[in-house]
Nanobody
């Protein structure tokens, strides 16, 4: 029904930049929220950045000033621009979206979707 496809991960040196992309496709009535999470080995998955419908973006303290999230609603795509990368940013990055797939009268049917993850590795 709905798929999230991520791209843009890779290997870069500390201080470099990467841009991640996530495109949603399938049965979509509207996309309410899109965001990025990451998980390093041995750590819990944590929120990196999120955009809410009609709201301002929100960032984890560890990435404020370095990462920028943006969204292209015409393409159902969210981006994460990552600058001044640090070794601590090494993780698998996951795209997440809260999507309305159907409406019936006053009811909205929402579901939370995850991408497969893309590896980001920062070398010193």
């Amino acid at each position: 029904q709905v798929q999230l496809v991520e791209s843009g991960g890779g290997l870069v040196q500390a201080g470099g930049s990467l841009r991640l992309s996530c495109a949603a496709s399938g049965r979509i009535f509207s996309i309410n929220t899109m965001g990025w999470y990451r998980q390093a080995p041995g750590n819990e998955r944590e929120l990196v950045a999120v955009t809410t419908s009609g709201g301002s973006p929100n960032y984890a303290d560890s990435v404020k000033g370095r990462f920028t999230i943006s969204r292209d609603n015409t393409k159902n795509t969210v981006y994460l621009q990552m600058n001044s990368l640090k070794c601590e940013d090494t993780a698998v990055y996951y795209c997440n979206a809260l999507i309305t797939t159907e409406t019936m009268g006053r009811f909205r049917y929402n579901a939370n979707y995850w991408g497969q993850g893309t590896q980001v590795t920062i070398s010193s």
